[in-house]
């Protein structure tokens, strides 16, 4: 049977050690949404490279490491959960210190790449706990009507407009 591709796909979709390639396309969108985020930020901001080839190599610099984490830590939570035959914590552990390795490799350091697999673990440990428990480890952010993108929606006005087709009376 071969996997639909589907961009709506969200990892927790199946259970835990089923549909890898669906909880691939999950975990990639949005570690390439962030990695495309972050390339931009640093291209205008920082870096600014002069023409397209720099540009683009800076996009892969940063995208591709992101993508790479993201794909590092969903095949290590798969293969744990497959190997250990549980699903906890520690498959997000195991998959977390995986995404370590890759940003380590990034940086050319074993000890960052430590770092940030005990950085990802927790937080992956945290991620499973809410999962297991019913809470929010992400809530939903509220709309409020001061920090609208929209404010013609809303009547910021001091008086009231008054009734149209009144006469004093005279």
């Avoid at 940030?116 to 009507?145: C, M, N, R, T, Y």
């Amino acid at each position: 049977m071969m996997p639909t591709m589907s961009l709506k796909a969200n990892y927790y979709d199946k259970p835990e050690g089923d549909d890898l390639f669906g909880k691939m396309i999950a975990t990639n969108k949005y570690a390439l949404a962030g990695g495309l985020g972050w390339s931009t930020i640093e291209v205008m901001m920082v870096s600014k490279p002069k023409g397209y080839l720099p540009t683009i190599a800076r996009y892969v610099y940063f995208t591709g490491p992101f993508v790479g984490m993201a794909s590092a830590f969903t095949v290590g939570a798969y293969a744990a959960n497959k190997l250990r035959g549980r699903d906890d914590g520690w498959n997000y552990v195991a998959g977390a210190f995986a995404a370590g390795g890759v940003y380590g490799a990034w940086k050319r350091n074993v000890v960052s790449g430590l770092v940030a697999g005990l950085i990802f673990s927790v937080a992956g440990a945290l991620k499973k706990q809410s999962v297991d428990e019913g809470w929010e480890f992400f809530p939903e952010v509220k709309q409020h009507a001061i920090s609208a993108v929209n404010p013609n929606r809303y009547d910021f006005t001091l008086t009231q407009e008054r009734e149209r087709g009144w006469t004093t009376g005279k």
